[in-house]
């Protein structure tokens, strides 16, 4: 703090501290979004009564606050909170980690693992192999589902690729194939493609409900945080 | 399926390159906010103070909330606004009976574990192990 901030009236000063807290909770409600409303007022107002009381001057745990906010103590608490959507950002996903390994819903994991991959690159693997499975999954069954649909289009195929090169190929029947397609399983694409798919689903859902788990247990209250947090944690 | 699982190995494995002491300040913390809770009663900021005074605990103030949070999800702690005299209320935080049971499973595997591991460690310490003992109780007397 300058001189000449020193020297402005004490109430001036107070109300600055107000608006800098008011500024910094708003944010964090605004992140605190995607939870419930009652939740996010909750989160809300313990920290506006965490920042209150530790940024009055003098403060001392076993007195009632004795001191004054400053500009310059609410910024300090501030900092020490980190930046309020960092802050958001680790109740929401706290938030829906619990929710999707209690509904076991794979929109939920989904969801789940989108804020992971923003949080760390483990996140991120298990948010794309998720992917991959569910989609992978669903294809196998719509496929088998669809064979009776599109019986000469809907099916594992291998397919020429090139002179002398071979793909194989999972088709749903809405487009034509090239010439020399080969059906690999016939009409056993129909129990098949159902079968599989529903166990790579569950597969998925089991892979992904442990991702959720080993991510929680690596990293308590999802504490990965900018450098400049980890500094303080030093 | 082949391909999930190498993924999701590879993703695991790339959080052991995190700084070992971060992680294992965060893998104590929760059983440490528990420890703290053991007594009674008591808010966020007086929790914080707690583990500042009473541990190397020095964690982030933005990591603790949220995890205060989701042990209440879990149903380890319950919470209560409480009005205060300062003006404006508190949020106290208590152990729930799981949250009791869990925390005596957690000391008790710790306390196992670190017994364990410092036979392990005991060649790779300078001090000879009566200093090492008498540290460790000046240390407590400090804490009191």
């Known amino acids: ?234 | 399926m082949a391909m999930a699982q190498t993924l999701g190995q590879a993703g695991v494995g790339s959080d052991s390159g995190d700084k070992w002491e971060v992680q294992v300040r965060k893998g104590s913390l929760e059983l440490a906010i528990l420890a703290v809770l053991w007594p009674g009663r008591l808010y966020g900021l007086e929790i914080l103070r707690r583990l500042a005074d009473s541990s190397a605990l020095i964690v982030p103030e933005g990591t603790v909330y949220p995890l205060l949070n989701r042990l209440k999800t879990e149903g380890l702690l319950t919470s209560e606004w409480v009005e205060a005299d300062a003006g404006h209320p508190r949020k106290y935080y208590k152990l729930t009976s799981s949250g009791r049971r869990r925390a005596m499973q957690m000391a008790a595997f710790w306390s196992a574990f670190s017994a364990n591991l410092e036979g392990l460690l005991a060649p790779l310490m300078p001090e000879t192990k009566p200093n090492a003992a008498a540290r460790t109780a000046g240390r407590r007397n400090a804490d009191d």
């Open chain 1, 1 to 234: 703090m300058t001189e000449t901030q020193r020297t402005e009236t004490r109430g001036t000063d107070v109300d600055l501290a107000r608006a800098k807290i008011k500024k910094y909770l708003q944010d964090l409600a605004a992140a605190l979004g995607s939870l419930p409303k009652e939740q996010s007022n909750d989160i809300v107002e313990e920290l506006r009564s965490h920042i209150v009381e530790k940024s009055a001057a003098n403060f001392n745990v076993n007195d009632d606050m004795n001191g004054t906010m400053t500009p310059a103590s609410v910024d300090a608490v501030l900092a020490g909170l980190g930046a309020p959507e960092s802050l958001a950002r680790l109740y929401v996903a706290d938030d829906l980690q619990i929710r999707a390994l209690k509904s076991r819903s794979p929109v939920l994991i989904i969801r789940t693992l989108f804020r992971w991959a923003s949080l760390s690159f483990a996140g991120f693997s298990a948010l794309v192999a998720s992917i991959i499975g569910y989609s992978l999954s669903l294809s196998l069954i719509i496929c088998g589902l669809l064979r009776p649909i599109h019986p000469r289009t809907a099916g594992l195929f291998r397919i020429p690729d090139g002179a002398n090169d071979y793909s194989v190929s999972l088709r749903l029947g809405f487009t034509g194939l090239p010439p020399g397609s080969h059906d690999l399983l016939g009409l056993w694409i129909i129990p098949i493609g159902v079968m599989a798919g529903l166990g790579l689903f569950l597969l998925t859902s089991l892979f992904a409900l442990w991702s959720i788990r080993r991510l929680r247990r690596a990293t308590p209250a999802l504490s990965r945080r900018d450098e400049g947090d980890a500094e303080v944690s030093r």
